[in-house]
Every structure is written in C-alpha cells, then in structure tokens.
C-alpha cells in the first residue's frame, strides 16, 4: 500500500475541487444580466489530464524511492539488532571464561550504543524525506490547480458566470448532486488541457 494518496480521489479530490471551484468563482464576473452555470467533474479532470497523470507517476515513483530507502536504513538496524541478541545469548554461556565473559559485555554495550545513535539518525532521517516529499506533493498539487484554474476560466469567459463539482462521493460545499439541464464541461475542458499533451498520453487516452 503507497504510503501517499496521490490519486487525487477520495477526500484529496474532493478538497482539490473545492479548491478549484472556488477559485474559479472568485476569479468570475456577474456583469451579465443572466446567470449561466454549468458543471465540471474534477475526478474525470484529474485523472484524465495528462499532466495530473505525469505528476501521479512522478509521486508513485517518489514515494517507492522514499520506502526502499527506508527499508535498507531499517535493515542495517536490524543486524546490530541480531548482533545484540547474538552477543548477549554468548555472554550468558556457561562455558565460558570470565574475562573473555567482560569483553561480550563490553562488546554488546558499543553495539547498544551504536544502535541508539542510529535509531536516532534513522528518525531524524525519515522525518526530512517524509518532509520533502510532502513539499513536492504541494508543489505538484499547487501547478495543476493553476492550470486547471487558468483553462476553465479562459474557456467559461462570457459564457458562465458560476462552475460547480459535479464529482461523484459524498456531497460537500459548492458540489452539485443533480444538474439536468446544465452544462456539463467536463470534455471540453479535457479537450482544451490536453490538447499539448505527448503523442503516448493521447494514444493512451483513446485506448
């Protein structure tokens, strides 16, 4: 299981198209005598649009980097661990001489030492990957939105005044759960972000 949602489903997508509509409405204009509405599925739009798609791979790539990266930190603690129990099992031998008895303890305690100081380091460690890679779903997150932004409102310029989220899942502020009647924008947005998309995204999307 990834570590990250980064599907844009869920209750990601529904924040993002809250976002999304809401800034749509903000950047608007009411100067037309009559108000024109319509509606765009924002999980049709964030997972059909190639540069969503592009940025999904790149987090899915990311986030298997940071999880083996981890995991061989998490290794490396597991031998000292293994060495710890094979020391301390020696030191209770019977068999065995006093003195060589105080150099497995003294043995065991550099290695307690040593595996403290990386546990340390491992959590420090984990905390700035887990920081960066949090950073750059923002970042990612942060440029889609301003395209999706900067398309829907360039397309619905002098033709709708007020754009909702007609996503599917639980309603939430400024959702729509039936729209007879009102333009559904949802293609025609698509048509416009993609339309600059690599010639394997758009082979891809036809499939």
Do not use: C, H, W
Not at 41 to 57: A, G, H, L, M, T
Not at 119 to 127: A, G, N, P, T, W
């Amino acid at each position: 299981m990834s570590l990250f949602n980064v599907s844009g489903r869920g209750s990601l997508g529904r924040f993002l198209a809250l976002t999304l509509a809401v800034g749509f409405i903000e950047q608007g204009t009411f100067a037309q005598d009559r108000v024109q509405f319509a509606v765009v599925n924002y999980e049709v739009i964030f997972k059909e649009y190639y540069k969503s798609v592009e940025s999904n791979q790149r987090l899915m790539k990311r986030d298997e980097e940071f999880k083996k990266e981890i995991n061989e930190i998490l290794n490396s603690l597991k031998l000292i661990e293994e060495s710890l129990q094979k020391l301390q099992s020696e030191s209770q031998s019977p068999v065995i001489s006093e003195s060589k008895k105080k150099e497995i303890i003294a043995q065991f305690k550099d290695k307690q030492i040593e595996f403290v100081s990386r546990q340390k380091l491992f959590e420090e460690s984990r905390q700035q990957r887990l920081g960066l890679f949090q950073k750059q779903v923002a970042q990612e997150q942060q440029a889609l939105i301003e395209d999706i932004n900067k398309s829907l409102a360039t397309m619905a310029k002098n033709k709708y005044n007020i754009i909702f989220s007609s996503s599917r899942g639980l309603p939430s502020p400024g959702s729509v759960t039936y729209s007879d009647g009102i333009d559904d924008i949802t293609q025609q947005l698509l048509a416009i972000l993609n339309k600059d998309a690599p010639i394997v995204a758009k082979k891809e999307e036809k499939k």
